[in-house]
């Protein structure tokens, strides 16, 4: 059988929230982190207490969502959410048959122009060190690694990271 190639170009990216989206947001990242990476029910509880404070307290005059869709399927989200000052990079991730495509660096490119749009001088985001391809993102665009904590939050030994962006010393 033969398998048929996707392109960016088939890729439609929204910047709205529809119902059903955050609890879809959720699933994806219970299912890619749990079989491509390990992660235990932990990571898929996380996930969703704090996509329940984002639903509480998203600002779309102070933030930004990208909703990554194939057909009518969420494949990929990204998330810039206000924290007073500062802009926290959160929810990021692509269905794995969709890397590659360049999606990665187009929601990034998306997040770093929508920061400077609104104004953001800083931001961070919170991650892990089995996620090198996405950290070669956030580092591209200036972001440094800060903070690194062992844990076993989610199932399994990782180095909890912070990375952080400070455009006042650009």
């Known amino acids: 059988m033969r398998k048929t190639m996707i392109s960016a170009k088939d890729i439609k990216i929204r910047n709205y929230l529809k119902p059903g989206d955050i609890g879809y947001v959720i699933y ?3 299912k890619i982190y749990g079989e491509e990476y390990g992660y235990g029910l932990g990571f898929e509880g996380y996930v969703a207490e704090s996509m329940a404070e984002f639903c509480k307290q998203f600002d779309p005059e102070k933030g930004g969502i990208w909703v990554c869709e194939h057909g009518n399927r969420i494949i ?33 490119d998306a997040f770093m122009e929508l920061m400077k749009e609104k104004n953001y001088q800083q931001a961070y985001l919170l991650t892990s060190d089995d996620l090198p391809a996405a950290a070669s993102l956030y580092m591209k ?16 030994k990782i180095m909890l990271q912070r990375y952080e962006l400070d455009l006042r010393t650009k």
């Open 28 to 30: 994806l990242h219970g």
């Open 76 to 108: 990929g989200f990204l998330s810039l959410v206000n924290r007073e000052e500062k802009a926290q990079l959160r929810y990021f991730l692509l269905e794995k048959e969709y890397r590659g495509l360049g999606l990665g660096n187009k929601l990034m």
């Open 141 to 156: 665009r200036g972001f440094t690694l800060t903070e690194e904590e062992p844990s076993e939050l989610f199932g399994k």
